[in-house]
């Protein structure tokens, strides 16, 4: 499907925790943002889509999460598609809104990803992802990590009762820990992977650390599951984000200043595949790519999903920045930095800008849309105008269990 | 927009308590029952839309529902997109499954619906839905309702620490005594709607219920909510109902038998309007039946979210299938029963087939395909041409939250 969708406008909250701001008040204030951005008013949105993966279990707001929001700008009447897909809820609903511009069904969508992960009930936070997983299907998963870390001396697994961490970090260490034997891939580059990522989060007034780390710094803070330590753990927090999409007869219509095309948006789910074939990740890049008419080397500027370190050189992998097994050098080499020849996650990536799970591919669409527009201050790419967002969510057997990857173009 | 999206199959699950199958499973039956029904095979999907509520709460299952389904039966790599709208999250993955094709975007589409309520956790299943309002403004309507109720001399608000009900009924049973001092609305006739749904229901092979009640049963069965008995409310309930929709020249290419039209379907949220005001009800009935260009005379038979007996009646008035307040008259006079002549919940409704949350959406397209093509057995209403599903989900201020209409055409 070839694509002609275009961001009118973006808005998002600072991202962190904010035990002061509701679920409703948070999301709401995205959208304004975005609704201002893009010169419209409230009332011109003709359809609605809003991505939250945990607020059922966190607020008690299983369902209807879009439509109370919306309710608290007194926005109604108009359809409210609440999507789900776990830690790419945010880039499902901006896929289905561009879906939507392209086939003609609309004219104006809002895409809104939002999450409230901080709650005074401290468990209730920690617990939401359980449910990112088939739930049968990871006890499995987690009793065999459990053998080979115990076998190769790892900790995970070894976690105490108090210990609080999600187990993707578990599966995310025994890939780390994979990808190091099988490449060569050192600690000390996951650890500058956190360290670039927190130099670029203390550029950026909305991320949730704003320290900018030494790799030193990262490999000497506490160990949460081998060899990851802390700041190569994506955190969880509170935020949302918001893209206003529009047709270009809508555009034109609103003197839109500098909008920015999608020029491609692709969303899969993971299957059974053998380990050494390509997964999720590759298949929709290779699309998105495809749909787009471009290349790798092409995009300028990159914001990708870093729930860990190792998260973001596998990435670089299977977007095809580098070879396979290449990610380590490839940060190593300072490519990915800013100032480099292709910056990743200039925003701070999801270790530092933030990670409120349903937010969060919503926010990469926000970086890059400002990217492309050339406002984004100290840590403008010069001179980018093509910008691809990936964005992960759950796993299903050894695949993650939604990719979506986008191409946006100034 | 004009629709042109096709039905080529249907399938659903029997509706009711089944302890013995898990949520992976039920969702899988209803998928597989679809395919077969289409002649298509599972590797011919090419995108998913799955409806569920409340599967996180129930079964801790609250990411990636679908995908977990669908990866149970070997189906991956294409986009899925759960989508959620409380009771209405069914019809809301139909709405956007037909989009999907009116917009050229995809050939043959997946709806599927299905939630798995029952627990041996008894208090999960009973609190899941306490999310399907917004849970703030909750607090204040019910303290309301509470005091009407009190100062009226009903129950609501009288319940024991021990009863265990839906608030839906709550609300429910205020709305049914404002019908009754406003329009003359009898609890016979509200026992009425009961008595004839439980009697499609006995006709039903897949219904919860299969017991023909008289009026005077339904009168006599314990208070839920005055005025509302036990059969005046729709049970919780496990199911699955899964509905194929492919485009017209994939119609043909595929050969699909008597194929079912969707001819329009509109989806639209609450909002704040006064109590006088036409709501989601009225304006999305009037949007599709403009869409298909028929008027409420020319329906043959209707599948309408009958959650409470008076929610039935309510349904009849914002359909137009009879003026403001006189629903009560419309199901006295049989107009409404098989053989009638506007036979409305054919299959026994959210009643007496059951309303596992998610699925019901899907379960009315279901029982819609099923009698235009002519094959619903007992129940089948002769010469069915032109059949309607109106379908509702969660509380927003005083209107529901989300309201889907669509029209089928044989």
Redesign the interface.
């Known amino acids: 499907?070839r694509q002609n969708a275009l961001i009118a406008g973006v808005g998002m909250t600072h991202f962190g925790k904010h035990l002061e701001i509701?679920f409703?008040a948070i999301g709401a204030e995205a959208v304004q943002r975005a609704v201002e951005d893009a010169g419209i008013r409230l009332q011109d949105i003709e359809v609605a889509y809003v991505g939250n993966?945990?607020?059922?279990?966190v607020?008690?707001?299983?369902?209807?999460?879009g439509?109370?929001i919306?309710?608290s700008l007194?926005?109604?009447?108009?359809?409210?598609?609440?999507?789900?897909?776990?830690c790419a809820?945010g880039s499902?609903a901006f896929?289905?809104a561009a879906?939507?511009v392209?086939?003609?069904?609309n004219d104006i969508v809002l895409a809104l990803g939002v999450e409230k992960l901080y709650s005074e009930d401290r468990k209730k936070s920690f617990s939401?992802?359980?449910?990112?997983?088939?739930?049968?299907f990871m006890q499995a998963i987690m009793e065999s990590l459990q053998k080979s870390a115990a076998a190769s001396g790892g900790s995970a697994g070894a976690a105490g009762a108090g210990e609080k961490r999600s187990m993707f970090m578990d599966i995310y260490a025994a890939v780390a820990r994979a990808h190091m034997q099988r490449y060569g891939t050192t600690v000390e580059q996951f650890a500058m992977v956190s360290a670039k990522n927190s130099f670029h989060g203390s550029l950026n007034p909305r991320a949730q650390f704003r320290e900018a780390l030494t790799v030193e710094q990262v490999l000497a803070a506490p160990m949460i599951a081998e060899p990851l330590t802390r700041p190569m753990c994506s955190p969880i927090g509170d935020g949302a984000a918001a893209a206003i999409l529009v047709s270009p007869a809508k555009a034109r219509q609103l003197g839109i200043n500098k909008p920015v095309r999608v020029v491609s948006t692709v969303?899969?789910?993971?299957?059974?595949h053998a380990p050494d074939e390509d997964g999720?990740g590759e298949?929709s890049s290779r699309q998105a790519y495809e749909e787009a008419g471009v290349g790798p080397s092409d995009i300028h500027v990159v914001e990708l999903h870093d729930a860990s370190a190792p998260g973001e050189i596998l990435a670089y992998e299977y977007l095809g920045l580098c070879p396979k097994g290449g990610g380590g050098r490839l940060v190593q080499d300072g490519v990915t930095k800013l100032g480099g020849r292709q910056p990743v996650n200039t925003s701070g990536g999801l270790l530092r800008k933030g990670h409120p799970v349903g937010a969060t591919g919503v926010a990469q669409i926000v970086e890059l849309t400002e990217q492309l527009q050339e406002r984004s201050g100290s840590r403008q790419v010069q001179g980018a105008k093509l910008g691809l967002a990936q964005n992960g969510?759950?796993n299903?057997?050894i695949?993650v269990?939604?990719m979506c990857v986008s191409i946006l173009q100034a």
């Not at 939401?128 to 049968?136: H, L, N, P, Q």
């Open positions: 499907m509701g409703k993966a945990a607020a059922g279990l607020t008690g707001q299983e369902c209807i999460r439509q109370v919306l309710r007194g926005v109604g009447k108009i359809p409210v598609v609440n999507v789900e897909n776990a809820s499902t896929h289905q879906a939507m392209t086939a003609g069904a939401a992802f359980s449910g990112a997983v088939d739930v049968e969303l899969v789910s993971g299957w059974d999720a298949v969510g759950g299903i057997g695949d269990a939604a």
